[in-house]
T-cell receptor, first 112, second 115 residues
């Protein structure tokens, strides 16, 4: 079993839809959780990060972490064509080790 | 402008050649990383360095080498020993964000193609 599993996609939704992107993980020692957005042929950009169970909201984006179920989600409300990108979840252990473990990414397409 | 630069954007290599990918950051970050991205594979860590003159192997270091002589620079050499080097290479750097997390910021990437 891989440490981080991400829904494979691709995912296509109409403009205005609510999008739910999900990752599961097997290592209960992961303490920090991130979502990156990557446009085609570009480097990933950090979208959201959190370190505790619960929800964190930033505009149209909400990151949700459930440590008891080892499950994280990213919700996008009122999705826009500009949200079309690949979304990668990433996780990090606590302590001084700064390595991230990434999911494979899911490609989202928002149709006008 | 602060950020991470990678050069070149596109690189073509003949089989048997070594090539070096450049990564420079002016963010004053201590840690730097190299990842490889293949379609459907996500990001895989090649090497990382948490301080100048020190670096560690990641998950797929075979066929690659790095150096970290300056804080702002972390070049990656793809050697002829790397059997399947065609990929998108991403450099990242990180610093502690409010003491809680090492947030990684990525460069724009270099696409390497072996002819």
């Amino acid at each position: 079993q891989k440490e981080v599993e991400q829904d494979p996609g691709p995912l296509s939704v109409p403009e205005g839809a609510i999008v739910s992107l999900n990752c599961t993980y097997s290592n209960s020692a992961f303490q920090y959780f991130m979502w990156y957005r990557q446009y085609s042929r570009k480097g990933p950009e950090l979208l959201m990060y959190t370190y505790s169970s619960g929800n964190k909201e930033d505009g149209r984006f909400t990151a949700q972490v459930d440590k008891s179920s080892k499950y994280i989600s990213l919700f996008i409300r009122d999705s826009q064509p500009s949200d079309s990108a690949t979304y990668l979840c990433a996780m990090k252990l606590g302590g001084a080790n700064s390595k991230l473990t990434f999911g494979k990414g899911i490609t989202l397409s928002v149709r006008p | 402008d602060g950020g991470i630069t990678q050069s070149p954007k596109y690189l073509f290599r003949k089989e048997g050649q070594n090539v070096t990918l450049s990564c420079e950051q002016n963010l004053n970050h201590d840690a730097m990383y190299w990842y490889r991205q293949d379609p459907g594979q996500g990001l895989r860590l090649i090497y990382y360095s948490q301080i100048v003159n020190d670096f560690q192997k990641g998950d797929i270091a075979e066929g690659y080498s790095v150096s970290r002589e300056k804080k702002e620079s972390f070049p990656l050499t793809v050697t002829s020993a790397q059997k399947n080097p065609t990929a998108f290479y991403l450099c990242a750097s990180s610093t502690r964000d409010r003491g809680r997390i090492d947030t990684q910021y990525f460069g724009p990437g270099t696409r390497l193609t072996v002819l």
